[in-house]
């Protein structure tokens, strides 16, 4: 949460749907600097973003990264419909207008990309640009069948994808992860990513390495000391964090986003950044970026891994600077 990852820019608002956000904000160093806003995914808080924050934040621009519903010092809601993404969506712009900020550069990473995809939609208008984060747009209004997914990956990449999905679903994930964070860390934030094609893909296969506490190494892109401060932002929240997972296999979004009858097409600039090609991508992914943004830069950073703004933070860094001064 932002009051323990950044004290001194932690601010708390309540909206006017009764949540309450938590987050991190830095204000631009003048009227016409602009203002970046992070999105984080699982298993994260705006504490994912610090490598971000601080060198945005030193350069004068403005900073804002909010701990998402579900996570942090942000309200846990048990309802799953709280967690349609329109609703998130629009609790984001909340936050923006709470701080006086029009525009954004927005930047999402994981399922935080579900969100920004929504704000895409719904609220363009809000958007200078928006940056994805080794996760696509998600396409709205489109059906999801973890079956057929997994299926589909197996046939694609010779082995399933997304099992994690199944045991996150399941009414006692969220305890079982609290009750091995640390085995679940090192599996999540791996050194090795094989972990994931082993550990994480198969299904069943996260379940068995949880309920063994294995561990794998520590990966060298996060100190042990970040490893604690992250372990103590989601301690006992894992349950709220997985509704998102819960929303995706229920479907909970189609109805809204068929009633908007959303158009999934991109006009304001697009950047995707993508780690290396492994064996986890699935093909096509910049083809696919192509079809919906009309105005897309596509980049890969030097690491296989995820987690690239923490891993090749860096090279994101530099990435993502080149590209919102471009399109200023």
Known sequence: ??????????????????????????????????????????????????????????????????????????????????????????????????????????????????????????????????????????????????????????????????????????????????QHSDSFFTLFYPEDLNLWVEHIGPTGAIEDWLLQDKKGPAAPYISEAEREIHNEILQNSHDSALKWYHALVNNINEADEIQENINPKLSMPVLMICPQHTKLELPGVEEQMRQIATNLTFERVSTAGHWAQLEARDEVNVILKEFVERKN
């Open 1 to 178: 949460m932002a009051s323990i990852a950044f004290p001194q820019l932690a601010r708390r608002h309540i909206l006017s749907t009764g949540h309450t956000y938590s987050y991190a904000f830095h204000p631009p160093s003048t009227p016409s600097s602009q203002t970046l806003l992070f999105l984080h995914g699982f298993p994260s808080s705006c504490y994912d973003w610090r490598h971000q924050i601080h060198f945005f934040s030193g350069q004068g621009y403005g900073v804002i990264a909010p701990d998402l519903l579900g996570y942090g010092g942000t309200s846990k809601p048990t309802e799953l419909n709280e967690y349609k993404s329109k609703n998130m969506a629009a609790e984001i712009i909340e936050l923006l207008d709470h701080e006086s900020i029009d525009k954004v550069h927005a930047v999402g990473h994981d399922t935080g990309c579900t969100v920004l995809s929504r704000i895409a939609d719904y609220s363009p208008s809000r958007l200078l640009s928006c940056t994805f984060l080794d996760v696509p747009y998600a396409k709205p209004a489109e059906r999801f069948d973890l079956a057929m997914v997994n299926s589909l990956t197996k046939q694609f990449l010779g082995f399933e994808r997304f099992g994690y999905i199944g045991f996150f679903v399941k009414d006692d994930a969220g305890r079982i992860l609290d």
